[in-house]
C-alpha cells in the first residue's frame, strides 16, 4: 500500500469514528449546550429579601428552571437555589434562605445568557445613622442609592424605647412596623449629604429629643439604577441606633 492510499484510509477512518462519536452525543443536550439557545437575561435584581427578578423578553419560558445565587462577600459563601414563582413573577429562594442587605451576589443558570456586569446586585444596607444636630440625622449606606426611593420618608421608621410615640418617633417600644405608620413629609426632608450616593441627611422640623434611645428602620430603598425592591436595608450588623443629644 502506497504512503498516500495510507493517508487517505487513516483520513475516512477518522471521519467515520467521528460521525460515530457525534451520532451517540443526543440532539436536545448539544443545542441545550449552545449558545445560541439560551435565554437572554439583561438584568438580575432583588425583588425583597427572598425574591430575585430576572429581566428578560422571554418570560413564558421561566416557569420551571432555578438559578443558583453565589454570595460573593459576607462570611456564608454557600450558594442558594431559587426556583420561579408565577404568583410572586419572580425566583423564590428555597428552604428558607434570604438575602442579606450589604452582601453582594451573583446569579448564574445553564438555560440562561447573563453578561458578569448584570448578573451581579446587592441589597444597600443602612450602615450608620449618626446625629448631626438637633434636627439632623446622617444617613450611610454600603451602597449607591436611588434618590427617588432613598428620599422618600415613608420607607423609613423610627421606634424609640418610650412606651409612646412621640417626637420623631412614629413608634413606641412594642409597636409594629406597619406601611400606615412610617415617617412622614410633613415630618422630615431627606436630601443628599454628598455626591457618592450613599449618605444623606435627614432634616426633622421637631427636635431630636436628648436621652432617648431611637432605631431607624429603611426599607424599600433602591440600589442605584434599580426599582422595585420591598425589603429591608438593614441586618444584624447595621448601626441604626442611636441616642438623642
Known amino acids: 500500500m502506497t504512503k498516500s492510499i495510507q493517508r487517505a484510509s487513516i483520513a475516512l ?5 467521528a460521525g460515530t462519536l457525534a451520532g451517540s ?3 436536545a443536550q448539544a443545542a441545550t449546550l449552545h449558545p445560541s439557545t439560551k435565554i437572554m437575561v439583561t438584568s438580575v435584581s432583588p425583588a425583597s429579601n427572598t425574591v430575585i427578578d430576572v429581566m428578560t423578553k422571554k418570560t413564558t419560558m421561566l416557569d420551571g428552571p432555578m438559578i443558583t445565587v453565589m454570595p460573593q462577600t459576607g462570611m456564608n459563601r454557600n450558594p442558594f437555589i431559587a426556583k420561579y414563582d408565577s404568583m410572586k413573577k419572580g425566583f423564590m429562594l428555597e428552604n428558607g434562605k434570604k438575602l442579606i442587605p450589604g452582601v453582594r451576589y451573583m446569579v448564574s443558570a445553564p438555560w440562561a445568557m447573563i453578561s458578569h456586569k ?7 444596607d443602612l450602615l450608620r445613622v449618626k446625629q448631626l444636630s438637633h434636627h439632623k440625622l446622617e444617613l450611610i449606606y454600603s451602597e449607591p442609592v436611588d434618590f427617588m426611593s432613598a428620599s422618600a420618608p415613608g420607607n423609613y421608621w423610627i421606634q424609640s424605647d418610650m412606651a ?9 417600644k412594642n409597636d409594629k412596623v406597619l406601611p400606615t405608620n412610617g415617617l412622614t413629609k410633613d415630618m422630615v426632608t431627606i436630601t443628599w ?3 457618592n450616593h450613599r449618605d444623606l441627611v435627614m432634616t426633622f422640623k421637631e ?11 429603611p426599607c424599600a430603598v433602591d440600589t442605584a439604577h434599580t426599582m422595585g425592591y420591598m425589603g429591608p436595608n438593614f441586618n444584624t450588623s447595621s448601626a441604626t441606633m442611636f441616642v438623642g443629644k
Open 118 to 124: 448584570a448578573s451581579m446586585f446587592a441589597i444597600a
Open 164 to 172: 409612646k410615640a412621640a417626637g420623631i418617633a412614629e413608634l413606641g
Open 25 to 27: 452525543v443526543p440532539f
Open 207 to 217: 427636635a431630636i429629643t436628648p436621652g432617648v434611645n431611637y432605631t431607624l428602620i
Open 193 to 195: 449629604k454628598t455626591h
Open 13 to 17: 477512518l477518522t471521519l467515520a469514528t
